[in-house]
């Protein structure tokens, strides 16, 4: 089964299209940084997994601990529950036997289910990736970051006569997704804007939203204007806000899924209502 | 001192342009691949030295044998004289809290005197890495794979009245250049169009250009339409011709070295020649 179907799965089943950021932060990470990384990941798999619909660790905090961060990753995602899926947030980018390279290590050695790439070198960043199959791969389209606009945003002008000038972001989307129908796009989950442009021109592709608010705060927004319009579509991150919930008795990782959940039945009712006005 | 005065000091002093890739391809990895990998890094090493203006070992050769790769990158890295500068080829592209873990993993525990990063995420990306003193980041412009246009060639309109309509990958050149003077460029070493280009829109930046042939073949020419007047500024990297000559008594090194030291010496008195003509 491709990624994105097994996604869609998991999101219908569990009702939640909460995706549950690993991010270990070391403000003090006293003497075995490794062994505390894999102790709070425990804390925060353990009270999400009934509501994660999939993990995504980003790989840069492991490695700031050197090898024995990267075994401490390994030792997380043998935590995760075999039924949910792991995207290695890693946004690789490299060519040729350099992307081998990587996809061995992510999808190969760490067996993940998906991976975020940045898309800057073109095809052959991906082509490595794509040859593991039931893998998802991730695109950077639109980031989170106040500056994201300084090469995203420059005006691209129209590829052909109907089409019309876009930002590079929408470009990188289109052109990206054209690739395969295992790539989906990493749009902000701040952005709205951004989130309902790229919807627009893709109106099938998945979506990974991260950047909303270390307290969820945006959580519901980024979600009605980011999902297809069967409410699927999107994976919500949150990243901050769970692990800090993690050790306050789930009550934020709750609200988030029930959050979604809400969002999701809401949208699917106000786009049924739209839908006789809209193709009459 | 800077990275790019330390590196113009070194090529000046060893008269040598050439990168040396530590790009260990494990094609039969035997039973410790870690182990193989240092002990064929060493040869290479002992046998480029002094030839070598620095080293360049990709990232990802080593994360594909997990957290042993991360031991044998760590282990290669002592082995290289201290005199001899290492830019560690990540294409690295994240922002915030985790670009700093990056930042942390490459200039503070590896302990590298350069690294390449992605720049599609925008000046966040760098930020981190240019908090450390004394080295040097190289921004993706220009890469050597055949796909590589698809976004780098997208025409951007002028910024202003002044300007001209340009590639992306020459507004990428220019951005990321404006952003700090640590900042050099990567710019295929196969495409001499496209490193005379960046060579014309930033007369003094320095260049790392990858992707010469597998035999060193067009090294010569990346030198030429790449290096500045004064015949520094470009990094010429061989990686797969310097691994096969490690075995056969550095005939290759030697001849690559010798070869970038004669373009230069014909460059400048070129240069010099055409200087009463074009500044009358």
């Known amino acids: 089964m491709d990624f994105f179907s097994r996604m869609e799965d998991i999101v219908r089943g569990k009702g939640t299209s909460l995706c549950v950021g690993l991010d270990p932060r070391m403000e003090h990470p006293g003497r075995d940084p490794a062994s505390s990384i894999v102790r709070a990941n425990r804390r925060i798999i353990e009270a999400t997994a009934p509501f994660a619909a999939c993990y995504k660790p980003n790989i840069a905090f492991y490695e700031a601990h050197g090898p024995r961060g990267l075994e401490a990753l ?33 999808f190969g050695r760490l067996g993940a289910d998906a991976v975020t790439l940045s898309p800057y070198m073109g095809e052959e960043t991906v082509l490595p990736f794509l040859r593991y ?67 627009e021109a893709l109106p099938r592709a998945w979506f990974l939203a991260p950047g909303i608010g270390a307290q969820g ?13 069967d409410g699927f579509g999107i994976l919500v991150v949150a990243a901050r806000s769970v692990a800090e919930a993690a050790d306050t008795r789930r009550a934020d990782t709750r609200r988030l899924r029930s959050l979604l959940q809400r969002s999701r039945i809401r949208l699917r009712s106000r786009r049924r209502r739209k839908r006789p006005f809209s193709r009459p």
Request: net charge negative; proline share 4%.
């Open 217 to 229: 705060g945006g959580a519901e927004e980024a979600f009605a204007a980011g999902a297809r319009e």
């Open 133 to 199: 199959e039931g893998r998802g791969l991730f695109l950077l389209c639109r980031t989170s970051n106040p500056g994201a606009g300084v090469f995203q945003d420059l005006q691209i002008p129209a590829a052909s006569l109907e089409a019309s000038a876009e930002p590079l972001f929408l470009r990188v989307a289109r052109t990206c997704s054209s690739w395969s129908d295992s790539i989906g796009l990493v749009v902000a989950g701040n952005d709205c804007a951004g989130l309902r442009a790229v919807r």
């Open 74 to 106: 390994e030792e997380t995602l043998a935590l995760i529950p075999d039924d949910i899926p792991v995207i290695v947030d890693a946004k690789r980018c490299d060519i040729d036997a350099t992307a081998e390279a990587y996809a061995a290590s992510i």
